[in-house]
């Protein structure tokens, strides 16, 4: 079945540094999709990117769509200590007309922002 | 504008016994996911319905699990014969059609097996 790889697992950083982590699929996805969980909370929706190569934007936050489809990228600037929580990489397919509605997800990436 | 909501938000319940859950989806979305979030992991995707029909089912869910959506508006799972490998996290999103790709998340329920 398809699998995202996400990376690094874990980051601990100092406020005010800038952050990056990505993901990593054997399948290709028409959307990625980048979600912040915070501990007993659903996961909330960051960025959503719809074609390879897109490059978005939301506040710090920055998210690319992989040319090759299979990759997706989030940078955050400028870390601040309510940036604390796992971050998701989700990717979804449509492919072939099926499974329009599943969201396959990473494993997360814990980040710890030290003031 | 409410968001996804889902009650209870834990419930704890010895082995054997049957469970279940409720969602409410944003209003007007007609898309309602299930997933499953077990500790360090992302969540997997159970079930969906798109209204009241059920479109797609994981293989995650086994027998003992039910979901309906009969009305097209709020969404039951149910757990019957609850075993220990059953505790995790109950997730629930709502998509609207025209933008069924961003999918947003209710608090989820959390559930534990005794």
């Known amino acids: 079945g398809q699998q995202l790889n996400q990376s690094p697992q874990s980051m601990f950083i100092q406020e005010g540094e800038d952050v990056s982590m990505n993901c990593t699929s054997s399948?290709?996805?028409?959307?990625w999709l980048w979600y912040k969980q915070e501990p007993g909370e659903g996961p909330v929706l960051l960025i959503a990117?719809?074609?390879?190569?897109e490059l978005t934007s939301n506040g710090r936050l920055t998210a690319q769509f992989g040319i090759t489809r299979k990759d997706s990228f989030l940078n955050i600037s400028a870390s601040i200590p309510s940036d604390v929580g796992i971050y998701f990489c989700a990717g979804l397919t449509n492919a072939g007309g099926t499974s329009y509605g599943k969201l396959t997800f990473g494993q997360g990436t814990i980040l710890t922002v030290h003031p | 504008d409410t968001g996804v909501s889902q009650d209870p938000r834990h419930k704890i319940t010895k082995r054997g016994q049957n469970v279940t859950f409720r969602c409410d989806p944003i209003?007007?979305?007609?898309?309602l996911y299930w997933y499953r979030q077990t500790l360090g992991q992302g969540p997997e995707f159970l079930t969906y319905f798109q209204n009241e029909a059920q479109l797609e089912k994981s293989r995650l869910l086994s027998d003992r699990f039910s979901a309906e959506r009969p009305k097209g508006s709020f969404s039951t799972l149910e757990i019957q014969r609850t075993e220990q490998g059953d505790s995790a996290m109950y997730l629930c999103?709502?998509?609207?059609?025209?933008?069924?790709?961003?999918?947003?998340f209710g608090p989820g329920t959390r559930l534990t097996v005794l």
């Open positions: 399948s290709i996805f028409n959307t």
């Open positions: 990117l719809y074609k390879a190569g």
């Open positions: 209003s007007e979305h007609n898309r």
């Open positions: 999103a709502s998509s609207a059609v025209h933008s069924y790709n961003e999918q947003f």
